[in-house]
């Protein structure tokens, strides 16, 4: 260990620009054994790790980095799995630069260690390897419903099963995974990674009820007759707009409608032809993941143009600089400082472009970021055939919510309490659908620390 003074950060090998933009399949190559020793024995092993403290999940990460450079793939495989429900998944997916590696000692001067791609590494070579999840084998008689299948479900469902506790999953869509599966481009994962954690999952005993919503085909009021806790994990996904004139027009789009769309002509399901980018010049507003997942659909969709305009400058994208580094590799242009005003339309209500309004940044508010300055008179226009909007995520007030006394707060969120339960005993929430929409990875531990509490209540009644 501590070899960062004669070993560099190396990050992993991605596909060839041009040939990866021919397809959806993932960029990143993984890590071979040595070369995850090799970037593994960079670590210092701090006595206080930032890195396992900034990490929502609190990984041991100096722990697994060990025993990949002491190339002990069962303990390193043991120690990632336990904290974590699908740690080949956020290996892949979680904005590393602004968690883990984010606060890892080395950035001063030496470049982190290359954290994510080693816990996907440890996670694909244990598979190869035969190693698998575990869980218990032994019943305890207890049985819970989740409400969504996406990260804040599914990782409730792994620590319920480990407990022994038989858990259904009631899933409105037809593929489980959530935003996971649908609004994550398969550049970034590979739909199949889910999949397979689902199957081990499902031969532990977990029952997926697909095509399912609750509060519609499937009354709400069943599941707390029927068993003996509920978690609700139904994400945010109320898309935001910008509030101006034209942004309903024909060519207007919003993030997921793009992403969903796309990955369901993926899949070779049916999808709405309708929604087609293809030879069209597109105009992403936003400057988060979801806007650097559509820029770089958009472009596998054989887009003629793909410009990103973000109200901010590049220093304050909200998203990972990892994503923005691989949009700019590909060829999308961004435009800073710009706000959209209003949307541009012919005389058939048509988008041929976006007016814009330049930008300054002042002085920092109270939470530290600076505040944002309209240019007067200084419009300037941007052409378009179509106009996405990724502007972020609400949670949707569904009416089953509020029927069976669940609360929400001025915003839509679920009313938790420290325990992640709500107001109606009995019954869980956790990820975006409680915190508002944040992170795979924050849901993910939302998903582990109610299932937790739900163990605990349910253990003692026994």
Not at 78 to 85: M, T, W
Not at 237 to 248: A, L
Not at 311 to 327: L, Q
Request: net charge negative; glycine share 10%; aromatic share 8%.
């Amino acid at each position: 260990m501590q070899n960062f003074i004669f070993i560099e950060r190396v990050d992993p090998k991605k596909r060839n620009v041009v040939e990866r933009l021919k397809d959806f399949r993932e960029i990143y190559e993984l890590f071979q054994p040595n070369e995850a020793s090799n970037q593994s024995e960079r670590c210092i092993q701090c006595g206080d790790p930032y890195c396992h403290s900034r990490c929502p999940l609190h990984n041991y990460i100096p722990q697994w980095l060990k025993s990949v450079a002491e190339k002990d793939l069962q303990l390193a495989f043991n120690l990632s799995n336990e904290p974590s429900p699908f740690p080949e998944i956020m290996g892949r997916i979680c904005p590393h630069d602004r968690l883990c590696e984010g606060a890892c000692t080395l950035n001063e001067g030496y470049g982190a260690v290359t954290i994510g791609p080693i816990e996907t590494f440890i996670n694909e070579e244990g598979f190869k390897a035969g190693l698998k999840p575990t869980f218990a084998t032994k019943k305890i008689g207890k049985k819970v419903a989740i409400v969504g299948s996406g990260p804040a479900g599914l990782s409730a469902a792994t620590y319920l099963l480990r407990a022994g506790i038989d858990v259904e999953i009631f899933e409105r869509s037809d593929r489980p995974g959530g935003l996971m599966t649908y609004g994550i481009p398969g550049f970034k994962l590979d739909k199949n990674v889910v999949f397979r954690r689902v199957k081990w999952m499902e031969e532990a005993g977990l029952k997926i009820h697909y095509g399912v919503e609750v509060g519609k085909n499937k009354p709400f009021d069943e599941l707390t007759e029927n068993f003996d806790a509920v978690f609700i994990g139904v994400g945010a996904t109320k898309q935001r707009k910008p509030g101006i004139p034209n942004e309903n027009a024909t060519g207007c789009l919003m993030a997921m409608d793009l992403l969903v769309n796309v990955q369901r002509k993926q899949f070779g399901d049916e999808y709405d032809r309708s929604i087609d980018v293809k030879d069209r010049n597109v105009v992403v507003i936003g400057g988060g993941d979801t806007a650097m997942d559509c820029v770089r659909t958009s472009l596998r969709e054989e887009a003629r143009s793909v410009v990103c305009a973000y109200r901010r400058d590049a220093r304050n994208m909200p998203g990972s600089r990892k994503e923005y580094n691989n949009a700019k590799e590909e060829g999308i242009e961004f435009i800073f400082n710009a706000a959209p005003k209003q949307v541009l339309v012919n005389e058939k209500g048509e988008v041929i472009g976006v007016e814009m309004l330049k930008t300054s940044l002042g002085e920092a508010d109270e939470s530290g970021r600076q505040r944002l300055k309209i240019i007067k008179g200084s419009e300037f226009r941007v052409s378009a055939d179509v106009v996405i909007f990724a502007l972020g995520f609400d949670p949707v007030p569904f009416e089953f919510l509020s029927a069976n006394g669940i609360q929400t707060n001025d915003w839509g969120g679920i009313v938790i309490d420290e325990h992640y339960e709500t107001t109606t005993r009995g019954v869980y929430a956790g990820g975006d659908c409680s915190r508002g929409a944040d992170l795979v990875v924050t849901a993910a531990f939302d998903g582990r620390e109610a299932a937790k509490s739900i163990i605990k209540r349910l253990t003692q009644e026994i």
